[in-house]
Structure formats: C-alpha cells, structure tokens
C-alpha cells in the first residue's frame, strides 16, 4: 500500500517529504520541478497501543506498521497535455493507492506561487482538472480499445465498455470518479487502468507556524471543500516538521512544547493517510517482538496471516484471538487463556482492527 504525494509546485511537497522520511534525499528548493523523480520513502504508523501492549508482554523489539510514501513532481495547469513534467507525473500517479495532496495555505512573499496567489480552492481545482482530463483521455482510449474486442464478440470486452462508457459520462458531468458506484463487475473490468479520480484523497494544508491548528482563513475553506466531497484535512507546517525532524529525538518533545503541539503533525498525517487508505492493524505479542502488522479493513484471518507469510494464509488452520482490553484487564496471555477469553477464529473470520493474535497452520 503507497500514497503519492503531489501538489502544485512550491507548496511544499518536497519539504513535508524531506520531513516525513528525514531522508533528505527529495530536494527543496525555490523553484518548479526540483523533484523530477519520483522519491519513495517508508513511514512508520505511529500507534499507541503498541506501548500498551509492550508494558504487559515486554518484548526485546517493537516492530510499528509502515506506509510507503511517493513524492511525485509538481503538477501544473496542462499537466494532462504534457506541460511540466506531464504525462510522466501522471504515469507515477496511476501505481498509487491513494493521494495526499499538499495546499498551500502559507503566506511568504519569498515563495513564489505558480499562479502569483495563495489561494486554496483555485489549487484544489486545477489538480482535480488536471486528473480529469487525464482520466478521461485514458478512458477514450481504452474505450476504443474494448470496442474493437467487442466487435468480435468478446463478452468481457463488452463489459468493460460498458463500465468505462459509465465513467466516461461520470467525469463529462465534471465530477471526479471516487464517488461513482460501480458494481463488483465493472470495478474489476477497469481496476487496471489506475484511474486517478477513483483513488482516495487526503488533503495535507501546509499552514503558517502561526496557524498550526489550522483555523486560519485559507485552511478553513479547504475544510469546508474536503467535507464537500468527504476527504479529511490535516494541517502540516511543511517547515517546522522539517526542522522537528532534524532534531535528536530527545530534543523533539521540548520544541514540541515550545510551539504548542502534542505531538508532530507527521503523527497525525500517518494516521490518516492510514485511515484514509482503508487500512488497520492487527499484533502479535511475544517476548522477541510486538508487532504491528497493515490489513485492508475487511480482511479475513487467512489474508490477515498472509501479510505475515504466504505460507500462514496456504496453511491457515485456525487463529486464536484476544483484545488489548482482554491484555489489560488479565495481564497476561496465560490468564486471558486461563478465563476463558482466548477466541477461536476460523477462516472466515473478518479481523477486528487491534485483534492480538497467534496463528495456527500447516507447513
Ligand atoms: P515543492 O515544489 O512543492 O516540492 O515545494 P518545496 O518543498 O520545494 O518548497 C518550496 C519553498 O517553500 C521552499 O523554499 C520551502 O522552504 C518553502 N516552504 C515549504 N513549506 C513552507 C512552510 O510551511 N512555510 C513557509 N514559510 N515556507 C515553506
């Protein structure tokens, strides 16, 4: 599972990515299309229920979930005509699972805006344009493709026309292909095409240091379109992440503090791109390692065994399940055991967000 990260140029992408892997491998700089290759960086889940799980079943390791993050090169009005770094950006797009798309909402007379002003809204328009226009090209073509297939009688093609010919009135009334209901058919007759409107976004406002809450004028209106079309928003001061990143971890939470924030604001971003991506998690407890491990919502115990190994989900025979609740309130594993709270769960079993568990399979 991966987000890209795209935004205009000079909002700050480079600077949140530099922040986010503290790589310092994407480079910042005042000017368009610094970032030409796509950069990858993996970012840990922060999760707090891994500490409360260590403080009862004190391991040697503990292992947080990860999310592998892209940051893409700067879109520009065109991009789907092949301005900027067009249909290059565009191809890196389609492998993502999700977007995170980084707003400018600081003011800096120092940074140059592509379209000489800051403003939010007219930033979120062109992307979506841009990812539009570039869906749309992409379902032409693949719609004369599948018809030329249907010719011959081919029942799948057919298929796959219809369901691309139902995007394509979708995106020609302007709206962006996320909210369109397709049945199972149809989602999987077009699942290959990476459509980047069908992909779930994530707004990150890159905010003034004097606006870190987000309540500023420029981060409410990104607020009030997000909930327009049911994204989430989280307010990131692209700079001062990217100085909090540089610091010792001991000297983290001071600065923290000095600037009002409970924590960085990369924490909540992982969270919810996390969130945002369909995503939860499930533990193993044992001494060697507490350990985070991703599942899409909705993924049963044998799928859940696989992200382990392929060989646990071949295998699967059975997973014995407890919850954190269970943990605090025996103490042990032996006692939730011992009360009789240790679950049984078969294969049909549909994880739980947090479930602690042991699988049992066949090698
Ligand atoms: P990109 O083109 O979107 O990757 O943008 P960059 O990360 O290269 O940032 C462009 C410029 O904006 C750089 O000079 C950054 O230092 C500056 N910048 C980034 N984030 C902030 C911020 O939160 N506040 C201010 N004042 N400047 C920022």
Redesign the pocket.
């Known amino acids: 599972m991966e987000a890209g990260i795209v ?12 922040a986010i892997t503290s790589s310092g491998a ?5 000017y ?1 299309f ?2 030409i290759e796509p950069n990858e960086g993996i970012v840990s889940v922060p999760d707090d229920r891994l500490r409360r799980i260590s403080a009862l079943i004190v391991p040697k390791k503990l292992v947080p979930a990860v999310l592998k993050l892209v ?1 893409i090169a ?1 879109i520009v009005k065109g991009a789907s005509e092949g301005e900027g770094l067009g249909n290059k950006f565009l191809s890196h797009i389609r492998q993502v699972d999700a977007i995170l798309q ?1 707003v400018r909402c ?3 007379p ?2 140059i805006h592509v379209s000489g002003k800051v403003d939010p809204l007219s930033d979120i328009d062109t992307i979506e344009t841009e990812l539009m226009l570039a869906d749309l090209e992409a379902l032409e073509t693949s719609l004369q493709k599948a018809n030329r297939t249907a010719k011959s009688g081919d029942k799948e093609a057919k298929l796959r026309a219809a369901a691309i010919e139902k995007c394509l009135a979708h995106l020609s009334a302007e709206l962006p292909l996320r909210k369109l209901v397709l049945d199972d058919a149809e989602a999987k007759a077009i699942a290959s095409f990476g459509l980047l409107t069908a992909k779930p976004i994530l707004f990150v406002a ?4 004097t606006d870190l809450e987000g309540k500023g004028p420029l981060v409410m209106k990104v607020r009030e379109h997000a909930a327009k079309i049911g994204a989430s928003v989280v307010p990131v ?4 992440e ?1 100085e909090i990143a540089e610091l010792e971890e001991s000297e983290r939470g001071e600065m923290l503090a000095s600037v009002g924030l409970a924590q960085p604001a990369l924490t909540v971003l992982a969270q919810e791109a996390y969130r945002t991506l369909g995503l939860q998690s499930y533990f193993t407890a044992g001494e060697k390692e507490v350990r985070a491990w991703t599942v899409p919502v909705g993924a049963t115990a044998p799928q859940a065994a696989g992200v382990i190994h392929t060989d646990f989900e071949k295998g699967f025979i059975r997973a014995e399940v407890y919850t954190l609740a269970d943990l605090e309130t025996y103490k042990s594993e032996k006692e939730i055991r011992a009360a009789g709270k240790l679950r049984v769960e078969g294969k049909s079993y549909i994880m739980q967000d947090g479930d602690i568990c042991h699988f049992l399979f066949n090698t």
Do not use: I, M, R, W
């Not at 935004?7 to 530099?18: A, D, E, Y």
């Not at 994407?26 to 005042?30: E, L, V, Y």
């Not at 001061?237 to 001062?240: E, G, H, P, Q, V």
């Open positions: 935004g205009l140029p000079n909002v700050g992408k480079s600077t949140l990515f530099n994407a480079q910042a700089a005042n368009p610094c970032t940051d700067g980084v600081f003011e800096d120092d940074v890159n905010v003034d240091e001061c692209a700079k001062l990217a």
